[in-house]
Antibody
């Protein structure tokens, strides 16, 4: 059974880079698509993008200029970088498995952008 | 980008009642790429249905999905206490994934 766990700084200063890692257990990240999705407190879900470990990525066009995904098969984890963070990026960030169909989710990590 | 509009925003029902949730798309959505999720407070979304009507393993048969084109429906035949939650529809088209705004099913 696949399990995902997000980790990273929970407080980020405005204009800095938000960096999160998703540790995957129960399955190799190779051979699957992996996604990041976020949810501002009390609001709905926003897809950030997905990637395949071969290097193929697909980002939400509204975030594409600031987002980078990467994967590390040796650690069985994948990461999100979001540059130039603003208060609007404050959200619960979920890592998940899948591209168009999300079948497994991490528990989520609340990241606050504030000085 | 396809916009999904869910209605109503809130549905107030009693246990045992039938819940009908609507998801309307701004453009036609392939049936393969329409899914539903349930989210309870403090939890990650839980997959319920994929490809419009295919229940995910372990999901009770009181949950059913239907629809095509731009109009989709999630039906809960008889609400159990654990079903009171927020429900999201989601689609994937033209390499972009979008979610509806959610419908909250609350206890009347």
């Amino acid at each position: 059974q696949v399990q995902l766990q997000e980790s990273g700084p929970r407080l980020v200063k405005p204009s800095e880079t938000l960096s999160l890692t998703c540790n995957v257990s129960g399955v190799s990240i190779s051979g699957y698509y992996w996604s990041w999705i976020r949810q501002p407190p009390g609001k709905g879900l926003e897809w950030i993008g997905y990637f395949y470990n071969s290097g193929s990525t697909n980002y939400n066009s509204s975030l594409a200029s600031r987002v980078t995904f990467s994967g590390d098969t040796s650690k069985n984890q994948f990461s999100l970088l979001l540059t130039s963070a603003t208060a609007a990026d404050t959200a619960i960030y979920y890592c998940a498995r899948g591209s168009w169909k999300i079948d497994s989710w991490g528990q989520g990590i609340l990241v606050t952008v504030s000085s | 980008e396809i916009v999904l509009t869910q209605s109503p925003d809130t549905l107030s029902l009693s246990p045992g009642e039938r819940a009908t949730l609507s998801c309307r798309a701004s453009q036609s959505v392939s049936s393969t790429y329409l899914a539903w999720y349930q989210q309870k407070p403090g939890q990650a979304p839980r997959p319920l249905i994929s490809s419009v009507s295919i229940r995910i393993k372990g999901i009770p048969d009181r949950f059913s999905g239907s629809g095509s084109g731009t109009d989709f429906t999630l039906t809960i035949s008889r609400l159990e206490p654990e079903d009171f939650a927020v429900y999201y529809c989601q689609q994937y088209s033209s390499s972009a994934l979008t979610f509806g705004g959610g419908t909250k099913v609350e206890i009347k």
